[in-house]
T-cell receptor, first 117, second 115 residues
């Protein structure tokens, strides 16, 4: 079974509008972390936001917020006020187990976002 | 945050040759580094976990004799693609964690093209 699922392969969004990128995950570990990364065409991985499994509040970072629904095992990314520079691939990733330097990330298939002017 | 460099940023080689990719942590001593592979229009797939001073741990389906990993120091891990073939053409990215729980620092990637 897929550990991280992103069901939207591609999305168009109008500039200045909000967009929600879906991510569901599967783990039996009570301690885990969820990450969202942006990958522009250059290939670099840009960290956007993090949510820990024990965090009581949804994470927010500027225009990025994470809609964390633990019971549904979903961690959707919301980008508000989309900008042309937001056009990129977006990956959801999960770390299973408590935070440690040796914990690897498992990535979802990604969602390509194209912002229209 | 930590800075991770990779060298080369891109390489083109002939089929059958070996290619070495370096991953350097410029300001963090990383006992563990990760190597990912990303084929065009696909996601990142973990290939192996590189451990300083010991053998790497490879993911299922990754040939350890083909993808040689050396992590001889806390700031350098190398991935050598031996006897490269066109199907090895991909984007290779390294990363390592940091002090904080939400830190994972990625290198800029190396694009390998095997002719």
């Amino acid at each position: 079974a897929q550990k991280i699922t992103q069901t939207q392969p591609g999305m168009f969004v109008q500039e200045k509008e909000a967009v929600t990128l879906d991510c569901t995950y599967d783990t039996s570990d009570p301690s885990y972390g969820l990450f969202w990364y942006k990958q522009p065409s250059s290939g670099e991985m840009i960290f956007l936001i993090y949510q820990g499994s024990y965090d009581q509040q949804n994470a927010t970072e500027g225009r990025y917020s994470l809609n964390f629904q633990k019971a549904r095992k979903s961690a959707n990314l919301v980008i508000s006020a989309s900008q042309l520079g937001d056009s990129a691939m977006y990956f959801c990733a999960m770390r299973e187990g408590p935070p440690a330097a040796g914990n690897k990330l498992t990535f979802g298939g990604g969602t390509r976002v194209l912002v229209k002017p | 945050g930590a800075v991770v460099s990779q060298h080369p940023s891109w390489v083109i080689c002939k089929s059958g040759t070996s290619v070495k990719i370096e991953c350097r942590s410029l300001d963090f001593q990383a006992t563990t580094m990760f190597w990912y592979r990303q084929f065009p229009k696909q996601s990142l797939m973990l290939m192996a976990t590189s451990n300083e001073g010991s053998k790497a741990t490879y993911e299922q389906g990754v040939e350890k004799d083909k993808f040689l990993i050396n992590h001889a120091s806390l700031t350098l891990s190398t991935l050598t693609v031996t006897s490269a073939h066109p199907e090895d053409s991909s984007f290779y990215i390294c990363s390592h964690g940091g002090i904080s729980y939400n830190e994972q620092f990625f290198g800029p990637g190396t694009r390998l093209t095997v002719l």
